[in-house]
């Protein structure tokens, strides 16, 4: 055996075949590296060939799948996963079932703070609003798929960096959006309310006034224009503009019901007596504490007082007219031209009957002087000259009327002397009137009708004015007047070469500048002075007199 043995190694270890044992371990641990490393390489070809036909794969599953990627949103709507008739159904529902809600806020504030519910809505079909949902899906589904490169298809849906959102373009029907927003104008917009307010009785009803709103229909359309960027929920806040109340007062109201008492009175219309008014009356600050308290529209109500007259129609009828209040006398003379227009106008007023607290104007009653109603032409005094005035003479009458006034302690209200001093009435007693010009006015100061009579007798040529009434007293008035000064005309000479040759003529008859003060004293039934009143101070002008001569 270990001949056998020593025959096949030979002294110097080297098999009979020619290789040495090393040699051979080398080879054979070369040949199971090999095995294994073909083997690795056999294995990463097989996965990479798996893995590269797996990406196509999927590539080719997202280039031609029929549903939209994940993630994409249109109109507030994840489409993800849908088909494009799913997307479109869908899309529809969405515009079918939601509606376009405005919600207004004070243009004066900001938008946002919304209400609970809109203030209106208009429904998709309003506004003929009828888009391609079906090409708006495609879109939407076609907007991963068609413009990137093949292979970057997998990378791009498994990494989610695709497109996520689709924004699709609409037009709206301009008819149907104006159509729209004139409705919310007119739905929603309102007018101010002005305050009313009204009596029956005892009871004062007031409705306060209400802020009006307007709707501006360009703001409606401005922002139907934008509304779908609003989606899901396509709603809009839509400014107004506040019209603001008038604001009426308390006093303002109480100026429109307030009615004095009013006793029995005398009817010119009819010449009766007729019976008087209660009045009404109420308290301002309480009623506007009230109103300022209230809210807008607001109804309130007041009680106000009603007083009864203090004379009635039958006592009045008893004592009217009964007493003489004062009277007085001028006597008329000039042309027979100014005589007449002193009897026409004095004629005018005779009769006239004042009620309590009225006003009498002369030019008011007696109207303008036209020798249509009968006036002619008498001297007069016009801007300092004396002229030819149709009408002249009628400053008499109110002279004697503003006299009988006095000693009838009537309250004067308007007058003025004349300019130079009239002859017909003492100093400081007269009155001028002209038509367009001044006015002699006197009040009724008695709570009784006064009524005044005008008289002319012929035979002496006496205007007499008297006024009748009711006494409630037994004081009398007397006029008198003080004397203040005079102021000297002078002569004036101016050549007129028009006379014959040493010759002259008074072209301007002269006056003396007078100034008194009137007085109206109050004496009582046993004619004691109880008062005596400063009336007025009349100051007559100085008229120069004036010689025309030829030396």
């Not at 209400?115 to 309003?126: I, L, Q, R, T, V």
């Not at 009175?265 to 007596?273: C, G, L, P, W």
């Not at 008893?318 to 209040?325: E, I, M, Q, S, T």
Request: some cysteine.
């Amino acid at each position: 055996m270990n001949n056998s043995l020593s025959a096949a190694i030979g002294p110097d270890g080297v098999s009979g075949n020619g290789m040495s044992a090393p040699l051979e371990n080398e080879h054979r641990v070369g040949r199971v590296v090999l095995t294994v490393l073909r083997t690795f390489l056999l294995a990463v070809v097989i996965s990479t060939a798996l893995a590269a036909g797996g990406y196509y794969l999927l590539c080719l599953y997202t280039a031609n799948s029929p549903d939209i990627w994940p993630g994409i949103v249109v109109l507030g709507q994840d489409l993800g996963g849908l088909t494009v008739e799913e997307a479109t159904a869908k899309l529809e529902s969405l515009i079918a079932d939601s509606s376009l809600d405005i919600y207004l806020y004070n243009r004066d504030g900001k938008p946002g703070e919304r209400g609970a519910e809109p203030d209106m809505s208009f429904s998709f079909a309003d506004l003929d609003f009828h888009p391609d949902f079906r090409a708006i899906a495609q879109k939407a589904y076609d907007m991963n798929v068609t413009e990137p490169e093949f292979y970057t298809l997998g990378w791009r849906y498994l990494t989610g960096e695709g497109e996520k959102e689709y924004h699709p373009t609409f037009s709206l029907n301009s008819e149907k959006a104006g159509e729209c927003a004139a409705k919310a104008e007119w739905d929603l917009s309102y007018p101010v309310t002005e305050t009313t307010f009204s009596r029956e009785e005892d009871v004062l009803t007031i409705t306060l006034s209400t802020d009006g709103r307007w709707v501006n229909p360009s703001d409606v359309v401005d922002r139907l224009e934008h509304v779908l960027d609003n989606a899901p929920d396509f709603s809009m806040d839509v400014p107004y503009m506040t019209l603001n109340r008038p604001v009426v007062t308390a006093q303002q109201i109480h100026d429109a019901v307030y009615l004095p008492t009013r006793n029995a009175y005398f009817d010119r219309a009819s010449q009766s007596v007729m019976e008087g008014e209660r009045g009404v009356d109420f308290n301002v600050p309480t009623v506007q504490d009230a109103m300022d308290a209230a809210a807008q529209g607001e109804t309130l109500q007041f009680n106000v007082t009603r007083d009864e007259p203090a004379i009635s129609a039958d006592q009045m009828r008893a004592v009217l007219f009964r007493d003489v209040l004062g009277s007085a006398s001028t006597h008329v003379s000039g042309s027979a031209a100014r005589v007449s227009n002193v009897k026409l106008a004095a004629s005018s007023f005779n009769n006239y009957v004042l009620n309590a607290g009225e006003v009498f104007s002369y030019n008011g009653v007696v109207g303008q002087r036209t020798k249509a109603k009968g006036y002619k032409e008498a001297p007069a005094y016009v801007q300092g000259q004396t002229v030819n005035e149709v009408g002249g003479g009628v400053c008499q009458p109110s002279s004697t009327l503003y006299l009988a006034s006095l000693r009838s302690n009537m309250q004067i209200t308007e007058r003025y002397a004349h300019r130079y001093v009239p002859a017909y009435i003492p100093a400081g007693m007269d009155a001028t009137v002209s038509w367009g010009g001044p006015d002699y006015k006197f009040t009724n100061n008695t709570s009784y009708p006064v009524k005044i009579k005008t008289s002319y007798n012929s035979s002496n040529g006496y205007l007499t004015v008297t006024l009748y009434g009711t006494k409630t007293d037994d004081t009398h008035v007397e006029v008198t007047n003080e004397f203040l000064g005079t102021t000297p005309w002078k002569t004036v000479y101016k050549t007129d070469t028009s006379l014959p040759k040493g010759t002259s003529k008074v072209s301007v008859t002269p006056y003396t500048g007078y100034k008194y003060r009137t007085y109206r004293n109050i004496y009582d039934g046993n004619g004691n002075l109880i008062d005596s009143q400063y009336e007025a101070t009349s100051d007559y002008k100085v008229r120069d007199q004036v010689i025309l001569r030829n030396p």
